[in-house]
């Protein structure tokens, strides 16, 4: 008795890797801006966190926290944003008092750009918000 076996042939087999290869080159692009922008917002929503304690913590002490971490606005960033970004808050003297929450992205976020809310609720770049 004759049995025919079925089986892939190796051109099959590489029309098949390659059809594979060539989405994979079209969708990666589209998944590392997916990543980055995820990354960015959850850098804008630590921010605002910041802004939101930062309002709390004048009204308690008559001026604005120079630290996120402990001694300041007890605030530590999500740990989703600590690879991705540095924050820090510079301070303005003068009437009114005013801070700068910067985020500056560093690795792979980089090509984002920095990242700042102030005390007036200006952010840049505008753009990205």
Known sequence: MDRQVSAFTLVELLVSIAVIAILAAIAY??????????????????????????????????????????????????????TNYVFSIGLTAGPPPRYVITATPVGRQAQDGVLTLDSAGNKTPVSKW
């Open 29 to 82: 692009p589209a998944y590392v801006s997916q990543v980055i922008k995820g990354n960015r917002a959850a850098a804008q929503q630590f921010m605002l966190d910041v802004a939101n304690a930062q309002a709390q913590y004048q009204l308690d002490a008559r001026a604005y926290a120079s630290v996120v971490g402990v001694g300041g606005l007890n605030l530590a960033p999500p740990q989703s944003t600590l």
